[in-house]
């Protein structure tokens, strides 16, 4: 018989603190000095996947210069915890403002990601007015890692789809003690969070997001099939149209893997320079920003950003558990329109993998209560642009507080 005490200690909020031992540092470093290089690829350009001297020089960096232990310092700076929900343990962060009336809300990663895609958000989020805000602006934020990433539970079986963790969210943020509250997302947490908006759970006012799921159903589809763009779409819906068709066509290969075959993965299971060449080879827009940064260009992301996440997913041997995702939403659409009920944010980065039009985010979102384009980042915004993101997330949810 389950007792009660057991019951409370499978929900217990618990205190967490990331610590490596020295040795599996040493055997990383080892691992990545003894990688058998293939040959250069044989065209000048990245359509063939990740340049060998990118990831040449990410290696040399990982075994020589980063610093593993001032990252796991910044992550252990922010209160952490871990809380089993449906059997599974759930790492996130939890930082409550110093302001009254701040308002709670949940952020999810994507993939290949982690939390640190948003650790960046957390001071201006709380505490705004020490970042150009005001008191008014104040959010309590959580920041989960989803099942199967990072320092949260792997699932041993079937069924944690984006279904399940969109509920597992409200589920969490009520035993926080939010009764009221906002949810945000890109990329799978994108997705993660129009689920939410479809479930509508009692006290989530609204959701934002910065990949909106917009594409009409036949849309998506004519994409999907490498079809010419539709007569009669606009000069934005076209745009947007030839965009998603490369990502279809050419860019989400890793998807397919992930979807279709994701226990085949082995090899970046194995080797530390197999995950980082898998990792980089997102979409291309991406690929460009991530690969700029093994090239000496500090605009976004540093090398240490990326290495971030990588190191992580090593560290915790994630790559496949998180891979399972693709296989558990397979076939379900990533970019269609889902039917969210609730109030809804956009933001519109010009390097996310398409430019969502304001016309079809009106019809997929019929209580959108913010649309704006930015002029610079791209498909990880929080990561890489988080001035820009805080100011989206401010102002795209400001008419929700009461």
């Known amino acids: 018989m389950t007792t009660l005490s057991e019951v409370v200690d499978k929900t217990a909020i618990r205190p967490f603190q990331a610590t490596i031992p020295d040795a599996e540092l040493s055997e990383l470093r080892r691992r990545i000095n003894a990688t058998r290089w293939p040959d250069r690829e044989t065209v000048p350009d990245a359509s063939q996947g990740v340049q060998l001297s990118t990831v040449q020089k990410l290696a040399r960096y990982w075994a020589t210069e980063y610093d ?138 609204g959701i934002h997001t910065n990949m909106p799921g917009v594409f009409p159903a036949d849309i998506d589809a004519a994409a999907f099939s490498g079809a010419p763009a539709p007569s009669g779409l606009s000069a934005d819906e076209k745009l947007a149209y030839e965009r998603l068709q490369f990502v279809y066509q050419k860019g989400i290969a890793y998807g397919f893997q992930m979807g279709l075959r994701p226990q085949t993965l082995y090899g970046i299971a194995d080797s530390p320079v197999g995950l980082a060449a898998y990792f980089l080879d997102h979409d291309a827009r991406s690929y460009e920003l991530i690969a700029r940064a093994f090239d000496g260009q500090v605009e976004g992301l540093t090398r240490d950003d990326i290495l971030d996440n990588i190191t992580l997913a090593w560290l915790t041997n994630t790559a496949l558990s998180g891979a399972r995702l693709y296989w558990e939403y397979f076939g379900k659409g990533y970019f269609n329109v889902k039917g969210v009920s609730i109030p809804v944010a956009v933001s519109v980065f010009p390097d996310e993998l398409y430019p969502a039009p304001r016309s079809w985010a009106e019809q997929a979102y019929p209580k959108l209560i913010h649309y704006n384009k930015l002029n610079k980042g791209g498909h990880f915004a929080a990561w890489e642009q988080p001035h820009l993101f805080v100011e989206e997330l401010r102002a795209g949810l400001r008419s929700l507080r009461k």
């Open 68 to 205: 593993w232990r001032k990252v796991e310092a910044r992550m252990n700076a922010y209160p952490q915890f871990i809380s089993e929900i449906d059997g599974l343990d759930i790492h996130f962060i939890h930082v409550r403002s110093k302001h009254p009336n701040a308002l709670p809300v949940i952020v999810t990663h994507g993939w290949p990601g982690s939390i640190f895609e948003q650790i960046k958000i957390i001071d201006p989020l709380t505490d705004p007015t020490a970042h150009g805000g005001k008191a008014s602006d104040a959010f309590d934020v959580v920041i989960p890692n989803m099942p199967g990433y990072g320092y949260s539970g792997k699932p041993t079986t079937t069924g944690w789809d984006v279904d399940h963790i969109a509920r597992a969210w409200d589920v969490l943020m009520k035993r926080l003690g939010y009764m009221r509250y906002v949810a945000q997302g890109g990329d799978w947490g994108a997705i993660v969070v129009d689920q939410m908006g479809v479930q509508a759970p009692s006290g989530l006012l």
